[in-house]
């Protein structure tokens, strides 16, 4: 994806893309030019879903917090978010089918097996894990 820098400041910068999405990125006086060229990539693939209405957000305006309290509050997930995690890679799927079209089956049966043993250990319910789950 194209992207061009808009804003420059000594603290962060405005990049646009060329479908209209935009990021605001911080920089650090450390930062090289392969820093920020990833980083503008980065910031891109960030999910950009927005929420239906401000009173989603899971924080609320002007919400206080305290970084050494957050940083030790376990991050969960529910069981779409670690089936996703726990899946085989998406590229090892994709050569495990088109093995399977060449006449090899091996690698596919493989994967399925890893596949279901992460909907067993994942089932679909109001269960959440924690990174030490996964």
């Not at 000594?10 to 920089?27: A, R």
């Not at 509050?73 to 890679?89: D, G, H, L, Q, V």
């Not at 998406?90 to 097996?113: C, F």
Request: glycine content about 4%; charged content about 30%; aromatic content about 10%.
């Amino acid at each position: 994806m194209k992207y061009k820098v808009t804003e420059l400041t000594t603290s962060s910068m405005k990049v646009e893309y060329d479908d209209g999405k935009w990021s605001t990125i911080p920089l650090a006086k450390t930062d090289t030019e392969n820093t920020l060229r990833s980083r503008a990539a980065e910031y891109y693939n960030v999910p950009a879903t927005p929420y239906d209405k401000v009173s989603d957000v899971p924080l609320a305006l002007n919400f206080e917090g305290d970084t050494s309290d957050d940083l030790t509050t376990p991050i969960t997930f529910n069981y779409k978010e670690a089936r996703a995690i726990s899946y085989p890679a998406i590229g090892d799927q994709m050569d495990a089918g088109y093995k399977v079209r060449l006449g090899d089956s091996s690698e596919q049966t493989a994967i399925d097996v890893k596949i279901k043993a992460v909907k067993d250990k994942y089932p679909k319910n109001d269960k959440t894990y924690t990174f030490s789950d996964l």
